[in-house]
C-alpha cells in the first residue's frame, strides 16, 4: 500500500503539497507516483523566479522505462527547485515526502482558494479506484 | 518457392493444426470486396541467375568515371577489410539492439564509435548515429531550440556557405515546427562569412547560428571569430564538418573560446562507399550538459548482475516510444551498418593514417587546382586558404563543358549556376587521396580540349 | 560461458597501425597554405591497431550478436525475415558504389531504371497513385506523409487543420512524427476486440482534423475490420488517411491501402520488402500516395521521359515538400529491394502475406494449445500476434521480460516485449514466412520448457539469461551513471 500523509495536500495527478512556514507551497510528486514510474535516473527541475500557470508542465521525471511530465496545481512563482536531484535522483523514490521535493511555489494571490486539492483521504479513494 | 520453405505436407499439416481448410480462410477478415486477385503491374519471377544477370548490364551500362566531384560525398580508398567484416551476416541481419544481451557486439560498436567521434571533433558525447549529414544538421537545429533556453526565437543562422541541400533539408525537416532559417550572405570575393557582417543581428534574440568547416566551396571559415559572436549573443553554435578534415583541422570543441555546442555531419566519408547517395550516415556530438536534448539512439556502459561490464542502449526516455508526442524526435534507428563500416575504417585509418589521408587530399587538390588553373580561360574564383575541393570560375558556361568530359568518361566537377547564379560560370571541384597526377594530368589536357573547342564552335 | 572481448582502444599501442592501408606521406609542405590558427593541435585519438587486431575485434563482436543469419528472430513488428543474399551482392556491383550521387543522369541510367520499376512496382503492391524513394527510414517515411498532408490543406487555404488522430496501441513514432510536424495528437481508444472506437473517432473528427495515422492490421495483431467505415468517416470531415507499412507483411499481395481508402502510406522497405536491419539501419522509408497528394511528394523523384530515366526535382515537383535527404536517400538500400522484388515476382510477393500468415496463425494455435494465452483470442492472427503473461506474472511472478530473456538461453531472439503498452506481459511475435515448421516447432517447445520452469524452478527464469556474454544489465545505473564514451583507467 502505498503511503499517503494525512498533513498533505493531493492532486488527482500524483502531486502532493505543503504548506511552509512562510506561505510558499513545497510540491512533489507521491509515494504511489514514485513506485509507478520505477528507479527514476533524472529529474529536471524548474528555476527560481520562474511564472507558472495552474496545469502547466514545470518539472520532469524519467525512470529508464518511463517518463512523465509534473504540473503546476496552482498559478503562481516557482521560489526555488530541489537542487539535490540533479546529482541524487533517487532521493525522490527513498523520501518521497521529504527531501525528495520537486520545487517551491509561491501562489498567486488568489490561486490557493481556487486550486481543487484533495485531501489524503479523498487522494486514497483516487488510488483505490485507479487499483480497481 | 523463393524464400519460402514449405512443402505440401508442411502446410497441410499447419492448416489442420489451425483447423482452415485454405490459406486463404486465414484472411476472412478482410472484406472481401477489398480483396486483391492479382499484382499484375509487377512482372514475373527472375530467378538469382537472371537477376544477377540483369543487375550486372545495368551496372556496366553505368559505368565507372574519373571522378572530380566532391560536393558533400567523396571517393575514398575503401580498405578490403572494412567491408567484408561489416556484411557479416551476425551485423548485416540484426536489429536494434533491444535485447542487450543478445547484442553486444552492436552495442560495445557503436559505444566505440561514439567514443572516436567524441574524440574526433573534441566534444563530449555521441549519439548513435542520424540518416545523413543533411538530416542530421536539421534534427541539431531542433535540438539547439531546445537546448538554447534563453532564446525564445528559435531563429537559425544560415550561411549561404552552408552546402544548399542541407539548408532545404533544414527547411523541410524544421519549419512545420517554427523554425526560421535566416541565411547569412557570404563574401562573392572570399567565398566565406566575414564575422563583421554578424553586427547587424547584435542586440537580437538568435537561438543557434550554423557554421559548416570547410564550407561548401572547400574555403575555410574564420570559426573562432563566428563562434565566439555566437557565443557573446547568447547563441549556439552548429558546426557542420568534414570527419577526413578533422585530422588537419582544429575540432570543434576548439573552435573560438568555448568551443561549439553541437557538430554534424556527414560520416561518408569513412568508409562508405558513394553509392548515389546513400546509404550514409549522419553524425552528431555535443556537450554533457545537452546529452538530453539529443536525439537518436546513445549506447552506455554499465554492469550485468554478475558485476561485469556491458553495454545498454541508454537514455531511452528521449525517444519516442516512451515520450510519443513528447520525444526529441521521430527517429528510431540509426545508420548502424554503416556505423560499423565507419567504426572499422577508423580503426584501420587510425590517427595517422586519417591524418595522412587529408594531408594526401589536400595535396592533390593543390596539385589539380595549380594544373587546371595553367589551362587558358580558368581561374580560381576565390582567394584564400581551402581543404578538399574549391570553386574555380570559366569564361564561359560550365554545362556544355562538363558534358564533353563525361563523354571523356571524366566527372568534371559540379556546376553551380543552379545552386549560385551571382558567382557566374562556377565549377567546384574536388580531388582525394584517389587521384593520381596521371589522372590530374588527363583531367586538365580534357578540360583544355573541352574549352577550346567550346570556344571555336 | 564468459566472453568479453576488449573495447577496441584497450589494443592500441603508439605507432602501430595497417600502414598498408594509408595513403603516401605528401610531406609537410603540401600544408603551407593552411593558416595555423585553424589547425588541428593535438592528432585525434583514434585507436592504433594492426589490420588483424581490428578484423579480429570486430569479428569478435560480430560474434556476440544474434542475428537471422544465425538464429530465429521473432521480434513482432519488425518482419525479421531473411535477408537474400543476392539482393546485397547485385546492390554492391563496383559500378554502382562507384556512382557519386551527383554524376550526370547519362552516367547512371541503369540506376534510375531500377529506382523507377521499384517506384512503378511498389505503386502496384499498394494501389497507390505515386511513389517517392527518398525517405531513409520509416519514421523519415512518417514525417515525409504528414507534412504532405499538411500541405495539402495548406494548398486548399485550410491552414487551421493541425490535429492528427492516433489510436492510442499506436507506435510511438506516430504521435512523435506529428508533433515533428507541428500538429496535435488527439488519441481515441480500441475496442476490446482490438477495432478502432468507432464512436470516438466520430467525436474526436472536425473541422481542425488533418487526418488519422493507422495501422492495420494494428499494432495488435489484427485487421481493422471496419476500414472502409474508417475511412469514410474521416474523409467526410475533411481529413485523410495515413497508412504506417509497419505491418504491411500481412497483407502483401492480399489487400492494398490504396484501395482500403488511405491517402498516403509508406512502406519499411527493410521490413516488408527485406533489406537488411544492419544493427538498426539503414532503412528505407519510401511512400506511396493517393491522387490528391501526387503534388507534395519529396524530391528527387524518379522519372521518365521515352527511353530515358531522369530525375524529377524541384521544378518538376514545384509543390513538392522539399527534400529531405542530401541525395537520393538510402539508393542501395533501394536497389536491395528491386532485387528481391524481382526474385519474387507477382505471384512470389502474393505469397509473403499468405505464408506469414500461415505461419503467424499456425504458431498461435500451437501456443495456446501448449497453454498460453492469446490477447485476442477470438480473432484471426495476422502476420504477427499477442501472447500475455499476464497469468504466469500474477501466479508464478514470472514476466514477459523473463521469458524474453530465458529464451535467448534457449537460441532464440526473444519477441517484442511490452509493446504495444495496451496489452499487459505481452510478447508480440511475428515469425515471418521465410521460417519452417521445424523452427516454429522448437520455439513451441521452448517456451513450454520455460513455462515448466517458471512452475518448477523460477529463479532459472528470473535470473536469466545464463549463456549470453553478459547477464541481465543494470540499466538504471547505466542511466545515472553515464558512460557514453571509453576514457582510460589509471593503470595499477
Given at each position: 500500500m502505498s503511503n499517503v500523509p494525512a498533513d498533505l495536500k493531493y492532486t488527482k495527478s500524483h502531486e502532493w503539497l505543503r504548506t511552509l512556514a512562510d506561505g510558499t507551497l513545497e510540491i512533489g510528486i507521491t509515494d504511489h507516483a514514485q513506485h509507478a514510474l520505477g528507479d527514476l535516473v533524472f529529474v529536471e527541475v524548474p528555476e527560481a523566479g520562474r511564472a507558472v500557470k495552474a496545469g502547466e508542465a514545470c518539472a520532469v521525471v524519467e525512470s529508464v522505462k518511463a517518463a512523465s511530465d509534473v504540473y503546476a496545481p496552482l498559478d503562481g512563482q516557482i521560489t526555488a527547485g530541489n537542487p539535490r536531484l540533479s546529482g541524487e535522483p533517487e532521493t525522490v523514490n527513498a523520501e518521497p515526502y521529504g527531501e525528495g521535493w520537486l520545487m517551491r511555489l509561491r501562489p498567486a494571490p488568489g490561486a490557493l482558494a481556487a486550486a481543487q486539492l484533495l485531501s489524503a483521504a479523498e487522494y486514497q479513494q483516487v488510488l483505490d479506484a485507479e487499483g480497481g | 518457392m523463393a524464400f519460402i520453405p514449405h512443402t505440401d505436407a508442411d502446410v497441410a499439416a499447419m492448416l489442420a493444426a489451425i483447423g482452415a481448410s485454405r490459406i486463404d480462410d486465414l484472411f476472412d477478415e478482410i472484406p472481401a470486396e477489398l480483396r486483391v486477385r492479382t499484382l499484375a503491374g509487377v512482372p514475373e519471377a527472375l530467378n538469382e541467375m537472371e537477376i544477377g544477370r540483369l543487375m550486372s548490364e545495368r551496372a556496366r551500362s553505368d559505368g565507372t568515371s574519373l571522378c572530380f566531384l566532391g560536393a558533400g560525398a567523396y571517393e575514398h580508398h575503401i580498405p578490403a577489410a572494412v567491408w567484408a567484416v561489416t556484411t557479416r551476416g551476425e551485423f548485416y541481419s540484426a536489429y536494434t539492439p533491444y535485447q542487450a544481451e543478445a547484442s553486444q557486439g552492436t552495442l560495445q560498436l557503436i559505444y566505440e564509435f561514439q567514443t572516436m567521434m567524441a574524440r574526433l571533433t573534441g566534444m563530449q558525447v555521441a549519439n548513435a548515429s542520424m540518416y545523413d549529414g543533411a538530416s542530421a544538421t536539421a534534427e541539431a537545429a531542433l535540438m539547439a531550440v531546445r537546448a538554447n533556453r534563453k532564446s525564445q526565437s528559435a531563429r537559425i543562422l544560415v550561411p549561404t556557405t552552408v552546402h544548399p541541400h542541407y539548408r532545404r533539408v533544414a527547411v523541410a525537416m524544421a519549419a512545420n515546427q517554427g523554425l526560421t532559417f535566416e541565411e547569412l550572405p557570404y563574401c562573392t570575393e572570399e567565398g566565406v562569412i566575414p564575422a563583421a557582417s554578424l553586427a547587424r543581428y547584435d542586440g537580437e534574440d538568435v537561438t543557434a547560428l550554423l557554421i559548416q568547416q570547410p564550407n561548401f566551396f572547400g574555403r575555410l571559415e574564420d570559426v573562432d571569430a563566428l563562434t565566439d559572436w555566437a557565443h557573446a549573443h547568447r547563441a549556439l553554435v552548429i558546426a557542420v564538418v568534414n570527419p577526413t578534415s578533422l585530422a588537419l583541422l582544429k575540432a570543434p570543441g576548439e573552435w573560438g573560446a568555448r568551443g561549439a555546442d553541437i557538430t554534424v555531419g556527414e560520416g561518408q566519408p569513412l568508409g562508405v562507399p558513394l553509392s548515389s547517395g546513400g546509404p550514409y550516415f549522419g553524425f552528431m556530438t555535443t556537450r554533457m550538459e545537452f546529452v538530453r536534448q539529443m536525439p537518436g539512439r546513445i549506447v552506455g556502459r554499465t554492469l550485468d548482475t554478475a558485476g561485469r561490464d556491458g553495454f545498454t542502449l541508454t537514455l531511452q526516455a528521449r525517444e519516442q516510444h516512451i515520450r510519443r508526442a513528447k520525444a526529441t524526435s521521430n527517429i528510431c534507428t540509426n545508420q548502424g551498418l554503416l556505423v560499423t563500416a565507419a567504426t572499422i575504417y577508423m580503426s584501420l585509418m587510425g590517427p595517422q593514417g586519417l591524418e595522412r589521408t587529408a594531408v594526401a587530399c589536400h595535396a592533390r587538390t593543390r596539385e589539380l587546382l595549380a594544373a587546371l588553373t595553367r589551362v587558358p580561360g580558368v581561374r580560381l574564383a576565390f582567394a584564400g586558404p581551402c581543404f578538399h575541393e574549391a570553386v574555380l570560375q570559366l569564361d564561359r558556361p560550365v554545362a556544355p563543358v562538363l558534358r564533353t568530359l563525361a563523354r571523356d568518361g571524366i566527372l568534371g566537377g559540379l556546376d553551380l549556376a543552379a545552386y549560385y547564379p551571382e558567382l557566374g560560370h562556377a565549377l567546384l571541384v574536388c580531388a582525394t587521396e584517389t587521384k593520381t597526377s596521371a589522372d590530374i594530368d588527363r583531367y586538365r589536357a580534357s578540360l583544355g580540349e573541352a574549352l577550346q573547342a567550346a570556344r571555336a564552335a | 560461458m564468459s566472453i568479453r572481448e576488449k573495447v577496441i582502444f584497450e589494443y592500441s599501442h603508439p605507432g602501430r597501425g595497417a600502414s598498408d592501408q594509408w595513403p603516401h606521406d605528401p610531406g609537410a609542405a603540401a600544408l603551407g597554405d593552411l593558416p595555423p590558427q585553424l589547425r588541428r593541435t593535438r592528432p585525434p585519438e583514434l585507436p592504433e591497431v594492426s589490420e588483424l587486431e581490428a578484423v579480429r575485434h570486430f569479428t569478435r563482436l560480430s560474434q556476440l550478436n544474434f542475428s537471422i543469419d544465425t538464429h530465429f528472430y521473432p521480434l513482432g513488428s519488425c518482419t525479421m525475415k531473411y535477408n537474400p543474399k543476392a539482393c546485397n551482392q547485385y546492390a554492391m556491383l563496383p559500378e554502382f558504389l562507384a556512382?557519386?550521387?551527383?554524376?550526370?543522369e547519362s552516367h547512371g541510367q541503369g540506376f534510375l531504371a531500377c529506382l523507377y520499376e521499384l517506384q512503378e512496382m511498389l505503386k502496384e503492391v499498394t494501389g497507390m497513385q505515386g511513389v517517392a524513394l527518398s525517405p531513409m527510414a520509416g519514421a523519415h517515411g512518417e514525417f515525409a506523409g504528414v507534412a504532405m498532408i499538411r500541405a495539402y490543406h495548406r494548398a486548399r487555404g485550410d491552414a487551421g487543420r493541425d490535429e492528427i488522430i492516433v489510436p492510442e496501441a499506436a507506435h510511438g513514432t506516430n504521435p512523435a512524427t506529428a508533433t515533428m510536424c507541428g500538429c496535435v495528437v488527439r488519441e481515441i481508444p480500441v475496442e476490446p476486440s482490438g477495432d478502432v472506437d468507432i464512436e470516438a473517432l466520430r467525436r474526436a473528427v472536425g473541422p481542425n482534423t488533418a487526418g488519422i495515422m493507422l495501422t492495420n492490421p494494428s499494432t495488435l495483431g489484427v485487421f481493422e475490420r471496419r476500414i472502409a467505415e474508417v475511412a469514410r468517416i474521416v474523409h467526410e470531415a475533411g481529413g485523410l488517411l495515413y497508412y504506417d507499412g509497419a505491418n504491411l507483411n500481412a497483407i502483401l499481395g492480399k489487400v492494398r491501402p490504396g484501395d482500403m481508402g488511405f491517402d498516403v502510406i509508406h512502406m519499411n522497405l527493410h521490413k516488408t520488402f527485406s533489406t537488411p536491419h544492419g544493427g538498426g539501419g539503414p532503412g528505407a522509408g519510401a511512400v506511396g500516395v493517393g491522387a490528391r497528394l501526387l503534388p507534395f511528394l519529396p524530391i528527387p523523384l524518379v522519372g521518365r521521359d521515352g527511353e530515358r530515366y531522369r530525375w524529377l526535382t524541384e521544378s518538376d515537383v514545384p509543390q513538392s515538400i522539399g527534400r529531405l535527404s542530401a541525395f537520393m536517400g538510402n539508393a542501395g538500400v533501394l536497389l536491395r529491394a528491386y532485387v528481391y522484388m524481382r526474385l519474387l515476382g507477382r505471384d512470389g510477393l502474393q505469397r509473403v502475406g499468405e505464408y506469414a500468415t500461415l505461419n503467424a496463425n499456425y504458431l498461435l494455435k500451437r501456443l495456446t494449445a501448449a497453454g498460453f494465452d492469446a490477447a485476442y483470442p477470438q480473432r484471426r492472427a495476422s502476420h504477427e500476434f499477442i501472447v500475455t503473461l499476464r497469468r504466469q506474472a500474477r501466479e508464478l511472478n514470472v514476466t514477459a521480460m523473463d521469458f524474453a530473456k530465458r529464451l535467448l538461453d534457449y537460441g532464440f531472439h526473444a519477441p517484442t516485449t511490452y509493446f504495444p503498452l495496451l496489452v499487459p506481459e505481452c510478447l508480440l511475435i511475428e515469425p515471418t514466412e521465410t521460417e519452417s515448421i521445424d523452427i516454429l516447432d522448437a520455439f513451441v517447445t521452448a517456451m513450454s520448457q520455460i513455462q515448466k520452469e517458471a512452475e518448477q524452478e523460477p529463479g532459472r527464469v528470473t535470473s536469466a539469461?545464463?549463456?549470453?556474454?553478459?547477464?541481465?544489465?543494470d540499466d538504471v545505473r547505466a542511466a545515472r551513471q553515464l558512460d557514453l564514451t571509453w576514457k582510460p583507467t589509471a593503470q595499477p
Amino acid at each position: 500500500m502505498s503511503n499517503v500523509p494525512a498533513d498533505l495536500k493531493y492532486t488527482k495527478s500524483h502531486e502532493w503539497l505543503r504548506t511552509l512556514a512562510d506561505g510558499t507551497l513545497e510540491i512533489g510528486i507521491t509515494d504511489h507516483a514514485q513506485h509507478a514510474l520505477g528507479d527514476l535516473v533524472f529529474v529536471e527541475v524548474p528555476e527560481a523566479g520562474r511564472a507558472v500557470k495552474a496545469g502547466e508542465a514545470c518539472a520532469v521525471v524519467e525512470s529508464v522505462k518511463a517518463a512523465s511530465d509534473v504540473y503546476a496545481p496552482l498559478d503562481g512563482q516557482i521560489t526555488a527547485g530541489n537542487p539535490r536531484l540533479s546529482g541524487e535522483p533517487e532521493t525522490v523514490n527513498a523520501e518521497p515526502y521529504g527531501e525528495g521535493w520537486l520545487m517551491r511555489l509561491r501562489p498567486a494571490p488568489g490561486a490557493l482558494a481556487a486550486a481543487q486539492l484533495l485531501s489524503a483521504a479523498e487522494y486514497q479513494q483516487v488510488l483505490d479506484a485507479e487499483g480497481g | 518457392m523463393a524464400f519460402i520453405p514449405h512443402t505440401d505436407a508442411d502446410v497441410a499439416a499447419m492448416l489442420a493444426a489451425i483447423g482452415a481448410s485454405r490459406i486463404d480462410d486465414l484472411f476472412d477478415e478482410i472484406p472481401a470486396e477489398l480483396r486483391v486477385r492479382t499484382l499484375a503491374g509487377v512482372p514475373e519471377a527472375l530467378n538469382e541467375m537472371e537477376i544477377g544477370r540483369l543487375m550486372s548490364e545495368r551496372a556496366r551500362s553505368d559505368g565507372t568515371s574519373l571522378c572530380f566531384l566532391g560536393a558533400g560525398a567523396y571517393e575514398h580508398h575503401i580498405p578490403a577489410a572494412v567491408w567484408a567484416v561489416t556484411t557479416r551476416g551476425e551485423f548485416y541481419s540484426a536489429y536494434t539492439p533491444y535485447q542487450a544481451e543478445a547484442s553486444q557486439g552492436t552495442l560495445q560498436l557503436i559505444y566505440e564509435f561514439q567514443t572516436m567521434m567524441a574524440r574526433l571533433t573534441g566534444m563530449q558525447v555521441a549519439n548513435a548515429s542520424m540518416y545523413d549529414g543533411a538530416s542530421a544538421t536539421a534534427e541539431a537545429a531542433l535540438m539547439a531550440v531546445r537546448a538554447n533556453r534563453k532564446s525564445q526565437s528559435a531563429r537559425i543562422l544560415v550561411p549561404t556557405t552552408v552546402h544548399p541541400h542541407y539548408r532545404r533539408v533544414a527547411v523541410a525537416m524544421a519549419a512545420n515546427q517554427g523554425l526560421t532559417f535566416e541565411e547569412l550572405p557570404y563574401c562573392t570575393e572570399e567565398g566565406v562569412i566575414p564575422a563583421a557582417s554578424l553586427a547587424r543581428y547584435d542586440g537580437e534574440d538568435v537561438t543557434a547560428l550554423l557554421i559548416q568547416q570547410p564550407n561548401f566551396f572547400g574555403r575555410l571559415e574564420d570559426v573562432d571569430a563566428l563562434t565566439d559572436w555566437a557565443h557573446a549573443h547568447r547563441a549556439l553554435v552548429i558546426a557542420v564538418v568534414n570527419p577526413t578534415s578533422l585530422a588537419l583541422l582544429k575540432a570543434p570543441g576548439e573552435w573560438g573560446a568555448r568551443g561549439a555546442d553541437i557538430t554534424v555531419g556527414e560520416g561518408q566519408p569513412l568508409g562508405v562507399p558513394l553509392s548515389s547517395g546513400g546509404p550514409y550516415f549522419g553524425f552528431m556530438t555535443t556537450r554533457m550538459e545537452f546529452v538530453r536534448q539529443m536525439p537518436g539512439r546513445i549506447v552506455g556502459r554499465t554492469l550485468d548482475t554478475a558485476g561485469r561490464d556491458g553495454f545498454t542502449l541508454t537514455l531511452q526516455a528521449r525517444e519516442q516510444h516512451i515520450r510519443r508526442a513528447k520525444a526529441t524526435s521521430n527517429i528510431c534507428t540509426n545508420q548502424g551498418l554503416l556505423v560499423t563500416a565507419a567504426t572499422i575504417y577508423m580503426s584501420l585509418m587510425g590517427p595517422q593514417g586519417l591524418e595522412r589521408t587529408a594531408v594526401a587530399c589536400h595535396a592533390r587538390t593543390r596539385e589539380l587546382l595549380a594544373a587546371l588553373t595553367r589551362v587558358p580561360g580558368v581561374r580560381l574564383a576565390f582567394a584564400g586558404p581551402c581543404f578538399h575541393e574549391a570553386v574555380l570560375q570559366l569564361d564561359r558556361p560550365v554545362a556544355p563543358v562538363l558534358r564533353t568530359l563525361a563523354r571523356d568518361g571524366i566527372l568534371g566537377g559540379l556546376d553551380l549556376a543552379a545552386y549560385y547564379p551571382e558567382l557566374g560560370h562556377a565549377l567546384l571541384v574536388c580531388a582525394t587521396e584517389t587521384k593520381t597526377s596521371a589522372d590530374i594530368d588527363r583531367y586538365r589536357a580534357s578540360l583544355g580540349e573541352a574549352l577550346q573547342a567550346a570556344r571555336a564552335a | 560461458m564468459s566472453i568479453r572481448e576488449k573495447v577496441i582502444f584497450e589494443y592500441s599501442h603508439p605507432g602501430r597501425g595497417a600502414s598498408d592501408q594509408w595513403p603516401h606521406d605528401p610531406g609537410a609542405a603540401a600544408l603551407g597554405d593552411l593558416p595555423p590558427q585553424l589547425r588541428r593541435t593535438r592528432p585525434p585519438e583514434l585507436p592504433e591497431v594492426s589490420e588483424l587486431e581490428a578484423v579480429r575485434h570486430f569479428t569478435r563482436l560480430s560474434q556476440l550478436n544474434f542475428s537471422i543469419d544465425t538464429h530465429f528472430y521473432p521480434l513482432g513488428s519488425c518482419t525479421m525475415k531473411y535477408n537474400p543474399k543476392a539482393c546485397n551482392q547485385y546492390a554492391m556491383l563496383p559500378e554502382f558504389l562507384a556512382r557519386h550521387p551527383l554524376a550526370p543522369e547519362s552516367h547512371g541510367q541503369g540506376f534510375l531504371a531500377c529506382l523507377y520499376e521499384l517506384q512503378e512496382m511498389l505503386k502496384e503492391v499498394t494501389g497507390m497513385q505515386g511513389v517517392a524513394l527518398s525517405p531513409m527510414a520509416g519514421a523519415h517515411g512518417e514525417f515525409a506523409g504528414v507534412a504532405m498532408i499538411r500541405a495539402y490543406h495548406r494548398a486548399r487555404g485550410d491552414a487551421g487543420r493541425d490535429e492528427i488522430i492516433v489510436p492510442e496501441a499506436a507506435h510511438g513514432t506516430n504521435p512523435a512524427t506529428a508533433t515533428m510536424c507541428g500538429c496535435v495528437v488527439r488519441e481515441i481508444p480500441v475496442e476490446p476486440s482490438g477495432d478502432v472506437d468507432i464512436e470516438a473517432l466520430r467525436r474526436a473528427v472536425g473541422p481542425n482534423t488533418a487526418g488519422i495515422m493507422l495501422t492495420n492490421p494494428s499494432t495488435l495483431g489484427v485487421f481493422e475490420r471496419r476500414i472502409a467505415e474508417v475511412a469514410r468517416i474521416v474523409h467526410e470531415a475533411g481529413g485523410l488517411l495515413y497508412y504506417d507499412g509497419a505491418n504491411l507483411n500481412a497483407i502483401l499481395g492480399k489487400v492494398r491501402p490504396g484501395d482500403m481508402g488511405f491517402d498516403v502510406i509508406h512502406m519499411n522497405l527493410h521490413k516488408t520488402f527485406s533489406t537488411p536491419h544492419g544493427g538498426g539501419g539503414p532503412g528505407a522509408g519510401a511512400v506511396g500516395v493517393g491522387a490528391r497528394l501526387l503534388p507534395f511528394l519529396p524530391i528527387p523523384l524518379v522519372g521518365r521521359d521515352g527511353e530515358r530515366y531522369r530525375w524529377l526535382t524541384e521544378s518538376d515537383v514545384p509543390q513538392s515538400i522539399g527534400r529531405l535527404s542530401a541525395f537520393m536517400g538510402n539508393a542501395g538500400v533501394l536497389l536491395r529491394a528491386y532485387v528481391y522484388m524481382r526474385l519474387l515476382g507477382r505471384d512470389g510477393l502474393q505469397r509473403v502475406g499468405e505464408y506469414a500468415t500461415l505461419n503467424a496463425n499456425y504458431l498461435l494455435k500451437r501456443l495456446t494449445a501448449a497453454g498460453f494465452d492469446a490477447a485476442y483470442p477470438q480473432r484471426r492472427a495476422s502476420h504477427e500476434f499477442i501472447v500475455t503473461l499476464r497469468r504466469q506474472a500474477r501466479e508464478l511472478n514470472v514476466t514477459a521480460m523473463d521469458f524474453a530473456k530465458r529464451l535467448l538461453d534457449y537460441g532464440f531472439h526473444a519477441p517484442t516485449t511490452y509493446f504495444p503498452l495496451l496489452v499487459p506481459e505481452c510478447l508480440l511475435i511475428e515469425p515471418t514466412e521465410t521460417e519452417s515448421i521445424d523452427i516454429l516447432d522448437a520455439f513451441v517447445t521452448a517456451m513450454s520448457q520455460i513455462q515448466k520452469e517458471a512452475e518448477q524452478e523460477p529463479g532459472r527464469v528470473t535470473s536469466a539469461p545464463h549463456t549470453m556474454p553478459v547477464r541481465r544489465l543494470d540499466d538504471v545505473r547505466a542511466a545515472r551513471q553515464l558512460d557514453l564514451t571509453w576514457k582510460p583507467t589509471a593503470q595499477p
